[in-house]
């Protein structure tokens, strides 16, 4: 992308002084009376114009359950969900939402080109500024040269490109990811991490990920939330005073890089013994 697309895509959105996206003490439980089951007790935190948060914590600590209260597919019990300001009653349109299984999200009888056009067709009725968007997209990602094909024909990898993409044409004000990387090698993981730094550094994006994946969430975002086990809660909040850009081999050999991570680790096995 060229520095002006890259100043035409950017959230227009993101200039406002007032965090992105704010959680206050919301809780979830499904079910009532004896059957109850609360999921969320209370979470509280907000995402500033620009940043990348991560959400990491043990098995069953309700990361998914937070995941979709926070995009609108799941109501929260108590408190509140604000989007911009605005509270959550469902799935927003400015935001954008990147699953873990790029399998299922994707369309397979749709080539990658209709499969990332889909969602700007809601936002642009003009056929040119629909193909320019998603070029600008695929190129971003780097798959161009690809856009004729069929998920189906693609790598994994390939395929998860092929999603960023589709929520990168899209220009949502946020970005929210669900164990994007977590089905694939080590080396397209690695890859695809970079690109997503560098798209939201690119964009000014903001963007939020939900992962299981220490080293991830670490090497990704500028502040990480550990939860606790079901009903949730926030057991620590920790900011990730990293250099940008960051860089594989570089980054990771920080010994402030492996210093965060242990303690991220000792947490959460802490948290899962209790």
Known sequence: MTKQTMTDIAPAAQQADRPVLELTEVGKTYGSGRDAVEAIRSVSFDVRAGEMIAIVGPSGAGKTTLLNCIVGLLSATKGAVLFEGQKVKGPPEAMAVVFQDYSRSLLPWRSVRSNVELPIRKKHKDRATVRAKADEALAAVGLSHVDRKYPWQLSGGM?????????????????????????????????????????????????LIVTHDIDEAVYLADRVFVLTKSPTEIAEEIEVPLAKPRHQVSTKGDPRFAQLRSHIYSLITEIAAR
């Not at 490109?161 to 080396?187: G, Q, T, W």
């Not at 993981?189 to 970079?194: C, H, K, V, W």
């Open 159 to 207: 395929q998860q490109r092929v999603a960023i993409a589709r929520a990168l044409a899209y220009e949502p004000d946020i970005l929210i990811m669900d164990e994007p990387f977590a089905s694939l090698d080590a080396i397209v993981r690695a890859e695809l991490e970079d690109l997503v730094l560098t798209i939201v550094r690119e964009l000014n994006m903001t963007a």
